[in-house]
T-cell receptor, first 112, second 116 residues
Framework: EAQVTQNPRYLITVTGKKLTVTCSQN?????MSWYRQDPGLGLRQIYY???????DKGDVPEGYKVSRKEKRNFPLILESPSPNQTSLYFC???????????FGPGTRLTVL | GQQLNQSPQSMFIQEGEDVSMNCTSS?????WLWYKQDPGEGPVLLIA?????ELTSNGRLTAQFGITRKDSFLNISASIPSDVGIYFC????????????????FGQGTILTVHP
């Protein structure tokens, strides 16, 4: 089944404790992207990747890191999480940026 | 960052009514996309628009790419209870070359509630 998977689905952590949210797709997509969703703000792009080893900042990259060592995986790293990073995070993939993006199920992160 | 202004923010309608929502921007876009998010799920693409003036339908849904390239609208006809959800517009900036090519901007979303 074609899909985007994210793990974990839910995470409660404390300020400053490094964490990684994994994202994997099995559709051979070149483009992958991370978004955060906050009430009233819609989806905001954090980082995106056009291909392996090619990543770039979206609109809200501060406090996040990403890597793209393999085509299928695009982890999101929070080196020192803070409460303002409490949010719902989505990973998505597609063949190119403006084509249909397939979204993962979301990761709800709470930083205390 | 670049913002898309999506309106209305929420709508409460009766089953069978038609719905209209739109997105506007001060910048020119070369692609407009409309997504729907069901509760507890990730967004799913409804309609993609790639040419100014383009009018595209998908069942009861119709969307148009504004002629100025700065706006788009989505209409839903004869709404049904399963239309409930959050609708997002998204766009890729015109002439977004180089490293900005991969940037996508989403609107704030329209929350649709349909009363049976």
């Amino acid at each position: 089944e074609a899909q985007v998977t994210q793990n974990p689905r839910y995470l409660i952590t404390v300020t400053g404790k490094k964490l990684t949210v994994t994202c994997s797709q099995n559709m051979n997509h070149e483009y992958m992207s991370w978004y955060r969703q906050d009430p009233g703000l819609g989806l905001r792009q954090i980082y995106y990747s056009m291909n392996v080893e090619v990543t770039d900042k979206g609109d809200v990259p501060e406090g996040y890191k990403v890597s793209r060592k393999e085509k299928r995986n695009f982890p999101l790293i929070l080196e020192s999480p803070s409460p303002n990073q409490t949010s719902l995070y989505f990973c998505a993939s597609s063949f190119y940026p403006a084509s249909e993006q397939f979204f993962g199920p979301g990761t709800r992160l709470t930083v205390l | 960052g670049q913002q898309l202004n999506q309106s209305p923010q929420s709508m409460f309608i009766q089953e069978g009514e038609d719905v209209s929502m739109n997105c506007t921007s001060s910048s020119i876009f070369n692609t407009w996309l409309w997504y729907k998010q069901d509760p507890g799920e990730g967004p799913v693409l409804l309609i993609a628009l790639y040419k100014a003036g383009e009018l595209t339908s998908n069942g009861r849904l119709t969307a148009q790419f504004g002629i100025t390239r700065k706006d788009s609208f989505l209409n839903i006809s004869a709404s049904i209870p399963s239309d409930v959800g959050i609708y997002f517009c998204a766009g890729q900036l015109f002439n977004a070359g180089g490293t900005s090519y991969g940037k996508l901007t989403f609107g704030q979303g329209t929350i649709l509630t349909v009363h049976p």
